[in-house]
């Protein structure tokens, strides 16, 4: 379900080079990657400003910041076009990626 500000409660993400998830869901996270599936997991607060959703929080002692925003957005090895672009940090390491709501149904890429 989509919150009173358009982002959904729960949201997948996913970069590549090196391969990542995250998911966001209300104020929880959890990223993970294919050499570490159980990943690290935290409590995020989420806020909008100006069409952006911004979370913020702790992994395993590590700051993490990222922002959401609505913007078409490729993963650069697939054909699929995802809805949201995703950005964020986790201590000094630097993300970027795409995004979309969980449970929606993707296209083949």
Request: aromatic residues 10%; glycine residues 14%; charged residues 20%.
């Amino acid at each position: 379900p989509d919150n009173s500000n358009g982002f959904p409660a729960a949201i997948e993400g996913l970069g590549t080079e090196p391969f990542w998830s995250l998911r966001l869901v209300d104020s929880k996270a959890r990223y993970g990657t294919p050499d570490n599936v159980a990943g690290q997991s935290g409590a995020v607060r989420r806020r909008i400003e100006h069409g952006t959703l911004h979370f913020a929080g702790t992994f395993a002692g590590l700051a993490v910041r990222g922002h959401i925003v609505r913007k078409a957005c490729s993963d650069g090895m697939s054909d699929r076009t995802y809805l949201i672009s995703l950005a964020w940090t986790m201590g000094q390491a630097n993300f970027q990626g795409c995004a979309w709501p969980k449970g929606m149904k993707l296209a083949p890429g």
